[in-house]
């Protein structure tokens, strides 16, 4: 049986950030990279979706922002008077925007001399499987997009596929570990 790598939508982007030959990150995750570009990687049909909102949320920059914190610091409910800045993010030129839509387009089209990935479809049964899934959201934060691709990775598993779901997300690791679904986090910040 040969391993698979499932990239949640965030994995599949941060993979096609640190394969970009001017990234920064490039360096300290070569072996990562290496790994995932060697192996057979999957993504769900809600990906080819979802990455284009993701890419949205960059390319769109943001203004930055200084806001006051509100979090309770004691059981007394005394609160932090502390502000959080958040940096802002420059937005992208229409060239960059169309070079990003181009890579993703030639990786979903098997075009791409830099990456390939297999998409996942999901059907009726991915979603019954989804509807079980979503209910270790009541315990665990994720979303319900994060349950699709779990399913989609319960039911490669088991189809006797030896699927890994690559991912970064907290909430999504802890039910993948509940629904016993191997995951790896190779973004992982150090």
């Known amino acids: 049986m040969n391993q698979e790598f ?55 920059g943001s203004q930055g922002s200084i806001s006051k914190c509100n979090c309770q610091i004691s059981p007394e409910g005394h609160i932090c008077q502390n502000n959080r800045y958040t940096a802002p993010r420059k937005k992208w030129n229409k060239k960059r925007i169309k070079a990003w839509l181009q890579l993703i387009n030639d990786i979903f089209e098997g075009k791409s001399e830099l990456l390939t990935v297999d998409i996942e479809p999901f059907d009726s049964k991915t979603v019954a499987e989804a509807k079980n899934v979503i209910t270790h959201a009541l315990i665990h934060n994720f979303a319900s997009m994060d349950a699709m691709i779990a399913a989609t990775a319960k039911l490669a598993r088991d189809n006797y596929r030896d699927v890994t779901v690559v991912t970064s997300d907290k909430g999504l690791k802890a039910c993948l570990s509940k629904i016993d679904i191997p995951c790896n986090d190779v973004f992982a910040t150090n």
Do not use: C, W
């Open 6 to 60: 499932l990239l949640d939508t965030n994995a599949f982007y941060n993979l096609l950030k640190a394969i970009n030959p001017e990234a920064s990150e490039q360096g300290s995750l070569v072996d990562s990279i290496a790994t995932l570009k060697h192996a057979k990687l999957l993504v769900s049909s809600i990906t080819e979706v979802e990455i284009i909102s993701v890419l949205g949320k960059y390319a769109r």
